[in-house]
T-cell receptor, first 115, second 114 residues
Framework: AQKITQTQPGMFVQEKEAVTLDCTYD???????LFWYKQPSSGEMIFLIY??????QNATEGRYSLNFQKARKSANLVISASQLGDSAMYFC????????????FGKGTKLSVKP | EAGVAQSPRYKIIEKRQSVAFWCNPI?????LYWYQQILGQGPKLLIQ????????DSQLPKDRFSAERLKGVDSTLKIQPAKLEDSAVYLC????????????FGQGTRLTVV
């Protein structure tokens, strides 16, 4: 069965510093996708970044990058130059068994950015 | 581009009552999902539609939950009768379901069962 594990319930980071949010996954599938979503207190899920299992390069989207280590089954999110608006819940998710949107989510990490 | 629309935003009902949530996906998105997010947890998929057919409803509690997507566009999720443990945010999402593309989520409906 597929599983996503996020071991950091909460993280603090100083404004303008970088932070890494951990995510490990378990799957027996060869083809899968890994996603990170941000959920502010308003409740909507905002897509941040995607990594395909066959992608050789780590994904980057602006200040977000995904540190993908396939052998270790980890897909950590790195946020550079943190901003106050980055304070939110962050969810790692895996899709692909049935479709890209049929997602297994982790429990999330609450990131708080300090001024 | 208009996003995924959901209504209502909030709903409070008593246990054993029924409730319905509505979702309008992004235009052109063939795939629609309903997720349940209990406080402090990640979302859990309840049901996935491809056009107006059900692709995955393995985690839908079918004794009390039902969902339909008439004409392959709007969708309705119903709970009857509601239990206290159904208190959660119900998120609707849609996608074009191509490799490398993400699902887009609505703002959700926060249900409180008292």
């Amino acid at each position: 069965a597929q599983k996503i594990t996020q071991t950091q319930p909460g993280m603090f980071v100083q404004e303008k510093e970088a932070v890494t949010l951990d995510c490990t996954y378990d799957t027996s599938d060869q083809s899968y996708g890994l996603f990170w979503y941000k959920q502010p207190s308003s409740g909507e899920m905002i897509f941040l970044i995607y990594q395909g299992s066959y992608d050789e390069q780590n994904a980057t989207e602006g200040r977000y990058s995904l540190n993908f280590q396939k052998a270790r089954k980890s897909a950590n999110l790195v946020i550079s130059a943190s901003q106050l608006g980055d304070s939110a819940m962050y969810f790692c998710a895996m899709g692909g068994k049935r479709s890209q949107g049929n997602l297994i989510f982790g429990k999330g990490t609450k990131l708080s950015v300090k001024p | 581009e208009a996003g995924v629309a959901q209504s209502p935003r909030y709903k409070i009902i008593e246990k054993r009552q029924s409730v319905a949530f509505w979702c309008n996906p992004i235009s052109g998105h063939a795939t629609l999902y309903w997720y349940q997010q209990i406080l402090g947890q990640g979302p859990k998929l309840l049901i996935q539609f491809q056009n107006n057919g059900v692709v995955d409803d393995s985690q839908l509690p079918k004794d009390r939950f039902s969902a339909e997507r008439l004409k392959g566009v709007d969708s309705t999720l119903k709970i009857q009768p509601a239990k206290l443990e159904d208190s959660a945010v119900y998120l609707c999402a849609s996608s074009v379901d191509r490799v490398g593309t993400e699902a887009f989520f609505g703002q959700g409906t926060r249900l409180t069962v008292v």
